[in-house]
């Protein structure tokens, strides 16, 4: 099973994550929690979280890129689920070997992810809370999707993108398969 | 005047950042604001907050670290209170100039913030997001400081590291106190 956890603040205003998760609800096994639609008062059920990851092979954290990270949903989501003898620490174990993916719509132009840029900085500078956050929980960290999201970016960039994610997944589907039957 | 955006969720709890804020209190202009006492639904008031902030020649985040980062409510208080046309964008100027000091109290070992310990990177590689924010917003970052809090360090450190901010906040006074009578 693959588990997006989907943290736009406006689900309702989104266009880019719209578009992203629009393009990936049908795939075989995807299951999207979205968290601001779950819990617009920010009393996330750490208990019901864990138990939908339980189940999952592949998580993907999908959203919009707030302040060089995470909304503070998805923030308070790793604060109250990914708890010490669960998910870390010395008997927590439960995410050990899983697969997280990490997708994110920013907002610039073309250049903003540079040194030069307005954002100062590769995309890849701001990559390490995350990714070690999944790594100190075991996972397999696989190389993110930042996806330029920008208003003026035309729908059918955004399609593209879309489709890019679709066969992201399938392509790891498919290898699952593959490992299973070989 | 400096004010203090302080985010430990458990406030009564805390011993590494309880230590930081006893020993700055009172140091002259010092102000803080404990963010989960003031909003512990998460309904921060923007516009309390950016009135704050209007007044702040210093600014200090101070809280511990979660997962590489900020504390959800301190992330969801740069979501909501950092807008454009105040902070940033064409028309946004409001903290332009100001000083920023991110002071963050961390766990595990010595060794831990290196690429063999177990945060898998030194601590410098964390920095990005917060840093960048306060440049987007026109603040000048000052050098953060970590401080090692974890359970098994002794009150005498924890108090050690308490002087050593108080003196830079002091040291910050009298620069500001030179620079005016210069």
């Given at each position: 099973?693959i588990?997006?956890?989907?943290?736009?603040?406006?689900?309702?205003?989104?266009?880019?994550?719209?578009?992203l998760?629009?393009?990936?609800?049908?795939?075989?096994?995807?299951?999207v929690?979205?968290?601001?639609?779950?819990?617009?008062d920010?009393?996330?059920?750490?208990e019901?979280?864990?138990?939908?990851?339980?189940?999952?092979?592949?998580?993907?954290?999908l959203?919009?890129?707030?302040?060089?990270?995470?909304?503070?949903?998805?923030?308070h989501?790793?604060?109250?689920?990914?708890?010490?003898g669960?998910?870390?620490?010395?008997?927590?174990?439960?995410l050990?070997?899983?697969?997280?993916?990490?997708?994110?719509?920013?907002?610039?132009?073309?250049?903003?992810?540079?040194?030069?840029?307005?954002h100062?900085?590769?995309?890849?500078?701001f990559?390490?809370?995350?990714?070690?956050?999944?790594k100190?929980?075991?996972?397999?960290?696989?190389?993110p999707?930042?996806?330029?999201?920008?208003?003026?970016?035309?729908?059918?960039?955004?399609?593209?993108?879309?489709?890019?994610?679709?066969?992201?997944?399938?392509?790891?589907l498919?290898?699952?398969?593959?490992?299973?039957n070989?």
């Amino acid at each position: 099973m693959i588990l997006v956890i989907y943290a736009h603040p406006y689900p309702a205003h989104s266009r880019a994550c719209a578009a992203l998760v629009a393009a990936i609800r049908d795939v075989e096994g995807v299951q999207v929690r979205s968290l601001y639609d779950l819990y617009p008062d920010f009393d996330i059920d750490g208990e019901a979280e864990r138990a939908a990851l339980e189940s999952a092979q592949l998580i993907v954290w999908l959203h919009p890129f707030y302040w060089y990270g995470v909304p503070a949903l998805l923030k308070h989501w790793l604060d109250v689920v990914l708890v010490k003898g669960w998910s870390h620490g010395n008997d927590g174990h439960a995410l050990q070997g899983r697969d997280c993916l990490w997708v994110t719509t920013t907002g610039g132009d073309e250049n903003a992810f540079s040194e030069e840029g307005r954002h100062g900085h590769p995309f890849a500078a701001f990559e390490p809370p995350m990714r070690q956050t999944a790594k100190y929980c075991g996972m397999n960290w696989l190389a993110p999707m930042p996806v330029r999201g920008a208003h003026e970016v035309p729908v059918e960039t955004l399609a593209a993108a879309g489709k890019a994610l679709r066969e992201r997944l399938d392509a790891w589907l498919a290898q699952k398969a593959g490992a299973a039957n070989a």
